[in-house]
């Protein structure tokens, strides 16, 4: 029988195996690991717990990608999904408009205490990036100023994967072989409490680490048409966190120079950090804010950005025409908006964030208590439900710790030596003891193994 004929829930998992390995491509997967492993092949998810063809449960420790912030086939997300498929699936947003767009749109805005405007820029993240860049590339052009066509980013920043978003967030290890395809960004070390390259500490550091950026803003604001960085913590770049004085300092740095501000919220958004958006801890009014991930709780692709009135007000075409010609296919899909409408009232209900904080205090002082006298460990850090172990290098540990938490039935991608983890917000505080006990015995285990 023809393969392509037969329904995934027919096939075997040695067939889908076969299969795989036949005709798949994995992002960011190496193909020694898929001739080591046989990779789970995912068949549903539920709450926390992803489970696999051949029946096993997991743990999905990251979101699956810091995305599914609130767990897997969520109740109201489903029927969302289910009610809009029913009544209008497509409809482009250029020179048309739909619903669940508007919808999306006011919640989006009424989470803000300045006025928006929300461009839904595609499915991921990185086109929400791109966009942003060239809206204030164009702004500066908008108001007669066409020299600021410059950025400043912070070094392993990582804001995705498509030309520009690469550009701005340049990670040696990811993107070295298309550098030639970048514009030139200017960067500034990224500052990271835990393992501060000033050998400092928070309460006394005097905030050293913003030093840099203050002295590229002097030389080249004049050139410069923004700053772009995720706010709090650098994810992909090593989940490097830094405090929320250097976020309001560089804010403020920006105002002073005439710089426009992009904050990356795209993984850092709805709750992650236990605020709505990570900014808010600094107290600070970003120009541009680039969502996406968590916006709709996973369940579809959708990013957007939340642009200033009075930065949206220049893209006028008239008496010049300065309108923003730029836009994706599936921008602001009636469906997916469906699921980012009701993800968004979730996330606005009033026990919702409470909720996220007591898991956040669980979280930190669990792990701070099973992992900051271990010996291995280099620095435990970590800022709202986002837990970080880095390890003191050692051959072979880092892949033995991450098999040793899958045979525990956990799912975790770490990042060199740091590990690291994003569960969905809504994990049972139960769930989470039982995660920090497994993540502590996962890494003694792996010890055990490679000596």
């Known amino acids: 029988m023809n393969t392509q004929k037969k329904k995934a829930g027919t096939r075997s998992p040695r067939d889908l195996r076969a299969a795989d390995l036949r005709t798949l491509w994995h992002p960011y997967t190496r193909r020694s690991s898929l001739a080591k492993e046989a990779l789970p092949i995912l068949s549903r998810g539920r709450g926390p717990y992803l489970y696999d063809v051949d029946g096993r449960r997991y743990l999905d420790a990251i979101s699956s990608w810091w995305c599914c912030s609130l767990g897997h086939g969520h109740p109201r997300l489903v029927r969302a999904i289910r009610r809009q ?16 767009a508007i919808d999306v749109a006011e919640a989006l805005t009424a989470l803000l205490p300045d006025r928006r405007r929300v461009f839904f820029a595609g499915g991921d993240g990185s086109c929400a990036i791109e966009v942003a860049l060239k809206m204030a590339v164009q702004y500066g052009a908008n108001r007669g100023d066409r020299g600021r066509t410059e950025f400043i980013a912070l070094e392993n920043g990582y804001h995705g994967d498509t030309i520009a978003a690469m550009s701005a967030g340049y990670v040696e290890a990811f993107h070295r072989p298309f550098k030639p395809l ?14 501060c390259d000033w050998g400092l500490k928070p309460e006394t550091c005097s905030l050293k680490c913003f030093e840099p950026m203050e002295q590229l803003l002097a030389r080249h604001a ?10 709090l913590c650098l994810a992909a770049g090593g989940m490097r966190i830094h405090p929320p004085a ?8 920006c105002r002073k120079y005439g710089v426009l501000l992009i904050v990356d919220e795209i993984a850092m958004g709805f709750g992650r950090t236990g ?11 970003p120009d541009l804010i680039c969502l996406g991930k968590a916006l709709t709780g996973g369940t579809l692709p959708l990013s957007a950005v939340l642009v200033r009135e009075s930065i949206f007000k220049t893209f006028s075409d008239r008496p ?7 836009g994706h296919t599936f921008g602001g899909n009636p469906i ?4 980012a409408r009701e993800a968004l009232s979730i996330y606005s209900e009033p026990d919702f964030l409470p909720r996220v904080q007591t898991s956040v205090r669980l979280l930190q002082s669990g792990v701070q208590s099973a992992f900051a006298a271990h010996p291995q460990v280099r620095n435990v850090r970590g800022v709202g439900m986002i837990a970080v172990v880095e390890l003191k290098p050692k051959p072979g540990l880092s892949v033995a710790w991450r098999n040793a938490l899958r045979a525990r039935g956990v799912l975790l991608r770490p990042l060199g030596d740091v590990h690291y983890l994003m569960p969905p917000l809504t994990t049972p505080p139960a769930i989470l003891r039982q995660l920090i006990r497994d993540w502590r015995s996962g890494l003694d285990e792996a010890l055990e193994r490679i000596h």
Do not use: W
């Open 85 to 100: 498929a029913g009544i209008l699936q497509h409809s482009i947003l250029g020179n048309l408009s739909h619903p669940p």
């Open 182 to 195: 970048f514009f030139p960004v200017r960067r500034a070390p990224s500052p990271c409490c835990g393992t």
């Open 222 to 231: 004049r050139r410069t048409a923004a700053v772009i960085l995720e706010p």
């Open 246 to 253: 250097y976020l309001k300092a560089l804010a403020a740095a």
């Open 275 to 285: 605020r709505m958006f990570a900014f808010e801890h600094a107290g600070i009014r």
């Open 320 to 326: 010049v025409d300065h309108t923003l010609y730029h």
């Open 336 to 339: 997916a908006c469906a699921a």
